[in-house]
């Protein structure tokens, strides 16, 4: 579904991703890890087309879309929850889950019954102002925004970052659903071993923009953790 050959980016004279290159098998969750500032969201930012990579290509379901502006992926199947979750506090829940309609190529304008499935919790709170919910409830704001554009291709920066564990362990079982039951792809960049180890299928390890590890989550060995993820 997703396959990434030699980036190369820079801010400026700043060099910040060499060479990577890494794939994304249709329906499977891939993760990206790494210590902090090592050029995780820097490379998530190119596959979605928020910054261009100077060399390397980027092939999204067949197609090399390095070129293409950050509104021609997202049309054409992809969708991003940000790190931060980035949603819009003065608006309601559903407010925040109608701006994701934008994405849908198809133009539809009713938010999916399965968002509300599968975070029940944004139905129920639908007419509250998204400023207003707990660190957990924006999350699954955010990802719900996401899923309304209906993806083929689900990227995430960091989504159990600051989350109670009871909203991490619901946050994973929906991406497991989302891999499994509905055939979407999975790319996120997480830090969070155990999650990484339960939830995931894949994972690539990134230090000084690079590759520097990957395997089948299994091998995801202790000796490799202590490696390459200790401080």
Excluded: W
Excluded at 33 to 56: A, D, F, Y
């Amino acid at each position: 579904m997703l396959n990434i050959r030699d980036i190369q980016f820079a801010y400026g004279s700043v060099r910040v991703l060499h060479d990577v290159s890494l794939e994304v098998p249709k329906g499977s969750v891939v993760c990206l890890m790494g210590r902090n500032g090592v050029g995780k969201t820097t490379l998530i930012r190119n596959i979605v087309g928020l910054e261009k990579p100077s060399n390397g290509s980027i092939t999204f379901a067949g197609v090399n879309v390095a070129n293409q502006p950050a509104h021609a992926r997202i049309r054409g199947g992809m969708a991003l929850v940000p790190q931060g979750r980035m949603i819009f506090p003065k608006l309601t829940v559903t407010e925040n889950l109608r701006v994701g309609l934008a994405g849908r190529p198809d133009g539809g304008r009713t938010v999916p019954g399965e968002v509300f499935e599968l975070f029940p919790v944004l139905k129920e709170m639908g007419q509250r102002r998204g400023g207003d919910l707990s660190g957990g409830q924006q999350q699954q704001l955010a990802i719900g925004r996401a899923l309304v554009g209906e993806p083929r291709l689900l990227l995430l920066d960091e989504p159990t970052e600051g989350i109670q564990p009871n909203i991490i362990q619901e946050i994973g079982r929906v991406l497991k659903y989302l891999t499994t039951e509905k055939d979407m792809t999975i790319l996120l960049v997480e830090q969070y071993v155990d999650f990484i180890k339960e939830f995931g299928d894949r994972f690539y390890i990134m230090n000084r923009g690079r590759v520097v590890a990957s395997g089948d989550t299994p091998q995801l060995s202790e000796a490799i953790v202590r490696q390459h993820l200790s401080v």
